[in-house]
């Protein structure tokens, strides 16, 4: 299938009439053909969003509630279609995409349609100076929103949702390898009513169609999700623009296993947040530290519970690991690999291509388990990005600190304790944006999220992400 720009509320092709590409990564094959956009078409979805920004922006937060609201139920009736799409272009379990990839994207836009409605001005009254200070929350004007391949409906939409629902135009591209959803998306904002030019969604290569989103001189905010070697490429073009930046980056998560947890459930929800994705989520906890005394046991169940783990066609039902994306990072992942028992690394279970019976041209891998002797090694500091997770032992919370610490990224964490001090004396001290304790990805779209250190700039989420699609403005009245 073959798709088109979405600009100024119509599919075009792109100006240049270049084309990519796309392969479906179950099976190996061509399936389709992408815009590959040029810095004309961005101009162009500029032009449209510039001119929508003049009506936009002066509806009432209930006008944009609405319709954000119409969406997300579009989205709903639209589930099976969505999934299935976004199964065929990402590779993941079509039993991933429906139960969360889609129903995830409707809840952006219901959460940040209601959101919008509650997002209140501050006021401080200058008591003995009789004055007092409101604070505008205006919409910036045309932004960019830039979205990877992992999970490509979920995050294009926790940009766009908030973006639209503060007021403002968009200009949008997601990642070339996995751009059917978003295509899709442009017609259900037609059918709810969305104005033309609010939402523009191009597609092409990062590097020219998405650096030239980065390079526009008026768009004057980038939302940006994907690798922090390109995180660090955005900033240095946007900064002599003073442009505003949400950076959502990589991440090497731990997971902080303590003797003292519920074992059951750790056991089971470690597995997802290994493998979930095909591993393919800056959120997995692809470091597993475990506390001494339960590591051997723990070892054991483990590779146990992985080796069930079935790897198949992405539209099978009974699929626990999909596809990885492309060729590329499946190479890559294997690269990863590779280097990890160079190191000495010693690789407990999966490591090779699995080749699936009728579709041996898919890009599929085994669920691998790596036991790393040391947290310093590239394994264990390297975000992989794959269906790949490193286990080793620790003695006291002191070194389970450290290790967990003692990497580039700072996403996110996963202690699993029943010790509420230790509980209390981690979550302060892990240098992280993210903890959870005794769970993994639990979200409340009202809370913020992102990273620190390498794993990005800013937070998105609930208040934070209209926040940061605003430009807050006091005004000062003497009385
Ligand atoms: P990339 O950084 O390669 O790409 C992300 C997006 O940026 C894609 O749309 C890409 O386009 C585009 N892009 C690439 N180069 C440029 C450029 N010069 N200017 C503007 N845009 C550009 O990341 P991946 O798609 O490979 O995604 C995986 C990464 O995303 C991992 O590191 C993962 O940890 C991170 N991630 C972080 C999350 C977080 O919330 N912190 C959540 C999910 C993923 P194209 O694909 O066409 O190259």
């Not at 004309?40 to 936009?56: S, V």
């Not at 033309?196 to 030239?212: M, P, R, S, Y």
């Not at 992989?384 to 996403?411: C, H, Q, R, W």
């Not at 250190?453 to 926040?467: C, D, I, T, Y």
Request: with cysteine; proline share 5%; hydrophobic share 40%.
């Amino acid at each position: 299938m073959n798709i088109q720009n979405y600009i100024n509320g119509q599919y075009a092709n792109p100006l240049n009439n270049e084309w990519l590409d796309n392969y479906c990564p179950s099976n190996g094959d061509i399936y389709g053909q992408i815009p590959n956009s040029s810095k004309e078409d961005i101009e162009l979805a500029y032009q449209a969003a510039k001119e929508a920004f003049q009506t936009w922006s002066q509806t009432t937060p209930e006008e944009r509630s609405r319709i954000l609201i119409k969406i997300s139920e579009l989205l709903e009736q639209n589930l099976e279609r969505f999934a299935e799409a976004e199964s065929k272009d990402n590779g993941k379990p079509v039993s991933l995409a429906n139960t969360v990839d889609i129903p995830r994207a409707a809840s952006n836009f219901r959460f940040f349609g209601n959101a919008i409605t509650q997002f209140a001005s501050e006021s401080h009254e200058s008591v003995g100076q009789d004055a007092i200070n409101y604070t505008l929350r205006q919409p910036i004007g045309v932004v960019g929103c830039i979205s990877p391949w992992n999970l490509p409906l979920y995050l294009f939409t926790w940009k766009i949702a908030p973006a639209i629902a503060a007021g403002n135009c968009v200009v949008a591209k997601p990642s070339e390898v996995t751009p059917m959803t978003a295509y899709l998306l442009g017609e259900i904002c037609t059918k709810a009513g969305l104005p033309k030019g609010v939402l523009n969604i191009v597609h092409g290569l990062g590097t020219t169609t998405g650096q030239a989103i980065v390079e526009h001189p008026e768009i004057k905010a980038i939302s940006f999700t994907g690798g922090t070697t390109t995180g660090a490429h955005i900033a240095r073009t946007a900064a002599p623009m003073f442009k505003k930046l949400s950076l959502e980056l990589g991440g090497k998560n731990p997971n902080l296993i303590f003797a003292d947890c519920d074992y059951e459930d750790m056991l089971n929800t470690t597995v997802r947040s290994s493998f979930a994705n095909q591993g393919q989520i800056c959120l997995c906890g692809s470091r597993i530290f475990v506390e001494a005394g339960i590591y051997k046991r723990f070892k054991a169940d483990f590779i146990a519970k992985v080796k069930t783990l079935k790897v198949g066609h992405p539209s099978k039902s009974d699929t626990n690991i999909g596809a990885l994306v492309s060729k590329p990072h499946l190479e890559k992942v294997l690269g990863y690999i590779e280097r990890a028992e160079e190191e000495n690394n010693t690789i407990l279970c999966g490591g090779k291509k699995v080749s699936v019976a009728g579709f041996e041209n898919g890009y599929y891998l085994e669920p691998t388990v790596i036991e790393v002797t040391s947290n310093e090694c590239n394994t264990n500091q390297e975000e992989i990005f794959g269906p790949v997770v490193t286990i080793m032992p620790f003695s006291t919370e002191d070194e389970a600190l450290k290790i967990a610490n003692d990497v580039k990224y700072g996403l996110s964490a996963a202690l699993w304790t029943n010790n509420l001090k230790r509980t209390m004396r981690l979550s302060a001290k892990l240098q992280v944006g993210i903890v959870w304790v005794n769970t993994w990805m639990l979200r409340d779209l009202r809370t913020p999220f992102g990273g620190m250190k390498a794993s990005g700039v800013g937070r998105e989420g609930g208040f934070e992400a209209l926040r940061f699609f605003t430009e807050a403005k006091n005004v000062c009245i003497k009385y």
